[in-house]
T-cell receptor, first 112, second 112 residues
Framework: ETGVTQTPRHLVMGMTNKKSLKCEQH?????MYWYKQSAKKPLELMFV???????ENNSVPSRFSPECPNSSHLFLHLHTLQPEDSALYLC???????????FGEGSRLTVL | GQSLEQPSEVTAVEGAIVQINCTYQ??????LSWYQQHDGGAPTFLSY????GLEETGRFSSFLSRSDSYGYLLLQELQMKDSASYFC?????????????FGTGTLLAVQP
């Protein structure tokens, strides 16, 4: 139990599908993050939400759409993805100015 | 831009000591973190250096030299369970919150 829960753990989707990844944290944190982890590449920061406001968008294609309805929940809406988007998508949370991030176990996405 | 470099793989035997180096280039540097990730698991926080010097936590120690843009993670009395990927991450401050930028990771294989 990491305190950060991600669902689904595995997702297979076609390029024309629309799906969403969900992240929930029970740690009382006020910042949440989406990272993408591909083989042989660094964890790539996608989005940062601080106090429910998006404060970072690292040139992520518009086919990825984040949503943060409150400080405990974070979503990543997916539509018309490409096979190269197949990766492990990690959610994390932290106190806004802390150096420690708490990660979920990730959602393994495969785009066919 | 921001970049971090660390070795891709390291092999050591049980009971030995291993050092994983990390060099970085970044702006707005606040500190260097280390994370451990077992295969299929979530990255978990190991240590954070905001100031120069050595931080010790049990068998793990981490060092930072801000003037050299360099740090390392030292693992002592290696155990088989230490086999994992180890990531250094730079904490930088930009916009309204902090963010972590990760290196590509070092795969540590501990052999009997």
């Amino acid at each position: 139990e990491t305190g950060v829960t991600q669902t689904p753990r595995h997702l297979v989707m076609g390029m024309t599908n629309k799906k969403s990844l969900k992240c929930e944290q029970h740690l009382g944190h006020n910042a949440m993050y989406w990272y993408k982890q591909s083989a042989k590449k660094p964890l790539e920061l996608m989005f940062v939400y601080s106090l429910e406001e998006r404060v970072e968008n690292n040139s992520v294609p518009s086919r990825f759409s984040p949503e943060c309805p409150n400080s405990s929940h974070l979503f990543l809406h997916l539509h018309t993805l490409q096979p190269e988007d197949s990766a492990l998508y990690l959610c994390a949370s932290s106190h806004r100015d802390a150096g420690e991030l708490f990660f979920g176990e990730g959602s393994r996405l495969t785009v066919l | 831009g921001q970049s971090l470099e660390q070795p891709s793989e390291v092999t050591a035997v049980e009971g030995a000591i291993v050092q994983i180096n990390c060099t970085y280039q970044t702006s707005g540097f606040y500190g260097l973190s280390w994370y451990q990730q077992h295969d299929g698991g979530a990255p978990t926080f190991l240590s954070y250096n905001g100031l120069d010097g050595l931080e010790e936590t049990g068998r793990f120690s981490s060092f930072l030299s801000r003037s050299d843009s360099y740090g390392y993670l030292l693992l002592q009395e290696l155990q088989m369970k230490d086999s994992a990927s180890y990531f250094c991450a730079v904490r930088s401050y930009g916009g309204a919150t902090n963010k972590l930028i990760f290196g590509t990771g070092t795969l540590l294989a501990v052999q009997p």
